[in-house]
């Protein structure tokens, strides 16, 4: 498996690749381009035939993210976040009560629709995303990366609602609340195979112009 920086260093390359086609399509269509930061607190769990039991386990996420506003009520954001995720007690078919916990760097595509009513814009977005594992560990720190495999993909829904501040380079305020569905098998072991993730994301997070 990759190590944590060299998939955190791929991540932030992606980002900047975005951003380097994002900025010449703003400036043809006068579209503003926003860089944000997000945080928060994300409760996981995993679902799937290898799983009886959904207990939530909290963890925080947090990242940054690109704002491309096609128009007024359109627009699209990539992300790249941290999240620390798993499951509080979760209940194999073999009969083993475990607790699972596992770091995730996920890069969400977000298509995003608002209602044109400044300052306060409420906003509904949707978009896949594609995480990588970088450490999982069963019990109290005990190594899972066997477990497991490194890369999750997902479907992610939610909302926002923003504020416009228009303070120097401070353009938007947003509490935030998603939904990640796994579509994955993440479970890479015997009786521990057919496992998915599910998350439910509130944050705040900052936008500002650039």
Not at 185 to 193: K, S
Request: hydrophobic share 40%; no cysteine; aromatic share 8%.
């Amino acid at each position: 498996m990759q190590t944590a920086t060299s998939k955190l260093t791929a991540s932030i390359a992606t980002l900047a690749l975005l951003l380097g086609l994002a900025l010449p399509m703003s400036s043809q269509a006068q579209s503003p381009v926003d860089l944000g930061v997000r945080g928060g607190l994300t409760q996981a769990t995993f679902y799937g035939d290898d799983v009886n039991s959904n207990d939530f386990r909290p963890g925080f996420t947090g990242g940054v993210f690109l704002n491309y506003q096609v128009n007024d009520v359109f627009a699209v954001q990539p992300e790249v976040l941290y999240s620390r995720r798993g499951t509080k007690n979760h209940n194999s078919a073999a009969g083993n009560d475990l607790r699972v916990r596992q770091d995730v760097i996920e890069i969400p595509v977000l298509l995003k629709l608002s209602a044109p009513t400044a300052p306060v814009n409420p906003r509904l977005y949707v978009g896949p995303a594609l995480g990588f594992v970088t450490n999982s560990e069963l019990g109290n720190g005990n190594d899972a990366d066997d477990s497991f495999t490194d890369v999750d993909f997902s479907g992610v829904v939610g909302g926002e609602i923003a504020y416009a501040l228009n303070k120097g380079p401070l353009s938007e305020i947003a509490v935030d609340g998603r939904y990640n569905l796994g579509l994955a098998n993440l479970g890479d072991a015997n009786n521990f195979e057919d496992v998915r993730t599910s998350a439910f994301t509130g944050t705040l997070s900052l936008r500002f112009d650039i």
